[in-house]
């Protein structure tokens, strides 16, 4: 475990997760994924920035043969009819009958993790999972369906393995939390 505490501009953050429970919770994870679609060849989507160190350490725990694409989320744009939408830039395969997994860093209110899946449900794939690193049940603002959770965590301000504090912080092998 990690005691130092880092500092990232005016914040400091305390150690929260440590890099060795992050990757033993990762190796869990891929062998669910690795049964669950063991007879698949799943389109395995990461949501940049934050969840590339997620789905990198994930992937190479995949023994399934899988494709891979990321994407990026915009951020909140508004419409007259239905509020704030993310929409999903930069993807380039077709997701139509392919079974996809979705790789986020952190689930927090819910809304981008809505938001992305009813994109890619259009797109009508076969299927459709969400696996996300982190999960904050308290800060839900809508229902969320995921299929793989790494760690459910308290409604607080988490940095490092890909999540940032204003663009800082994301290269971190452990999960920080800012200190109170
Ligand atoms: P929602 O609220 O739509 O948010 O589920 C998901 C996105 O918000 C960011 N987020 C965080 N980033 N520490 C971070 O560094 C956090 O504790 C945190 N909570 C939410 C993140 O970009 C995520 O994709
Ligand atoms: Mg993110």
């Known amino acids: 475990m990690p005691t ?13 997760i440590p890099a060795e429970a992050i ?5 869990q994870l891929a062998q669910q994924i690795n049964e669950d679609y063991a007879d698949k060849q799943p389109l395995v989507i990461g949501i940049l920035n934050g969840s590339v160190l997620f789905a990198a350490d994930l992937l190479k725990k995949l023994t399934i043969p899988c494709e891979i694409a990321f994407v990026r989320v915009s951020s909140y744009q508004q419409t ?25 860093d952190i689930v927090d209110t819910g809304l981008t993790i809505n938001d992305i899946r009813k994109q890619l ?21 809508q229902p969320v369906e995921l299929q793989y959770v790494g760690f459910e965590i308290e409604n607080k301000f988490v940095v490092g393995y890909g999540l940032d ?14 200190s109170e």
């Open 4 to 16: 130092e505490k880092i500092t990232i501009k005016d914040k400091s953050f305390v150690p929260f």
């Open 23 to 27: 990757q033993n919770r990762i190796t």
């Open 80 to 104: 007259s009819s239905t509020g704030a939408v993310k929409q999903i830039l930069g993807l380039t395969e077709p997701v139509k009958h392919r079974d996809v997994i979705v790789v986020e």
């Open 121 to 141: 449900l259009a797109g009508e794939p076969a299927s459709l999972a969400i696996a996300t690193l982190l999960h904050k049940p308290d800060a839900l603002k």
């Open 165 to 178: 504090y204003d663009g800082l912080g994301r290269n971190t092998a452990a999960i920080y939390v800012l």
